[in-house]
């Protein structure tokens, strides 16, 4: 059940109403969650064997919690997640979510490229029912493994009434992450993902989810995204600037066919005398230019730079969401001024 006595405050298990238990469709697409390893004490160079039933047959006590029913969509480290791949997952989701009797999806994912999923999910799905991308930042053979009860607090999650309508929300060590703001910043540790400048939206604690608040980015039913409409997803790299580095990077990603650059910038989405000549020839080739950091917290700021090369600044997204956004923007438009208000708005 959720804490708060006002709003959504039924028990989680008769979500479904007529106190059925709520109807969860759990979709594996591999990672840590779905890894093992010869030995209990590895950590590291695991591999991605265990189907999504088997991760699920691991915890039942989810079967208290909601009717669950498991589809393998994938089973791949998350680093092996295409373009097309990520369309792909966003459309299935969307045919499930479309589904009367599904009363909200669960995703198991890799962590590493976790938050660039659900941000896109976020951004493409048209739906108000519960979405929660889950991960494990262990093996399933690992001592104290983190993916069961992430998987069953992610199930207990989607299974609440109120988780729905927040968007696309990811579920990692008790913590309730928004897509939009939550980012992984740990190489190891199950503790592993932080939305550090805005906080999490709430976490499970005693079995109970805690919301404490709301995202307020636009997001699912409020975008203007819709994958009925997108046959591919353009070609948008990013470039990670530092102390030394030359333009042909930029000159290689256009050549190479890239519609947008993402720099990771130095400091508040500054432009280095290479990184400034690489926003010419963008601006030159019809390529648009978004000014990230690297830095990893905090606003890239509006520049004067933005009016002289056409460049927009990220404001709060880092680099690979920054990416995520660029791309969809360019399904809809070119128009550099719109392009900024959109990286204003989601
Ligand atoms: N290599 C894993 C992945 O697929 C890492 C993880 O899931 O934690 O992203």
Known sequence: MVDDPGQGSMPAVSRGGAGRLARIVLLGTGGTIASSAADAAQLHDYQVTVGVDAILAAVPQV??????????????????????????????????????????????????????????????????????????????TALSADGPLNLLNAVRLAACAEA?????????????GAA????????????????????????????????????TRRHTTHCEFSLADIDALPQVDIIFDHLGAGAHLYRAAIEAGACGIVLAATGNGSLSPSARQGAALARE????????????QGVVTDSA???????????????????????LVLCVTRDVAAIRDCFRLY
Do not use: W
């Open 63 to 140: 079967r208290q919690l909601a009717d669950v029913r498991c589809e393998q969509l994938m089973n791949v480290e998350s680093h092996e997640i295409d373009n097309a791949m990520l369309l792909g997952m966003a459309r299935r989701i969307q045919a499930l979510l479309d589904e009367d009797d599904v009363d909200g999806v669960v995703i198991t994912h890799g962590t590493d490229t976790l938050e660039e999923s659900a941000y896109f999910l976020n951004l493409v799905l048209d739906t108000a029912k519960p979405v929660v991308v889950v991960g494990a930042m262990r093996p399933a």
């Open 164 to 176: 729905g309508g927040k968007g696309v929300l990811v579920m990692l060590n008790d913590r309730i």
């Open 180 to 215: 939009r703001h939550v980012t992984k910043m740990h190489t190891t540790a199950t503790d592993a993902f932080y939305s550090a400048e805005q906080g999490s939206l709430g976490e499970i604690a005693g079995g109970v989810v805690h919301f404490f608040s709301a995202p």
């Open 285 to 296: 080739r019809g390529v648009v230019f978004v000014r990230s950091s690297r830095v990893g």
């Open 305 to 327: 730079d933005d009016a002289v090369l056409d460049t927009v600044a990220a404001n709060s997204l880092n680099p690979q969401k920054a990416r995520i956004l660029l791309m």
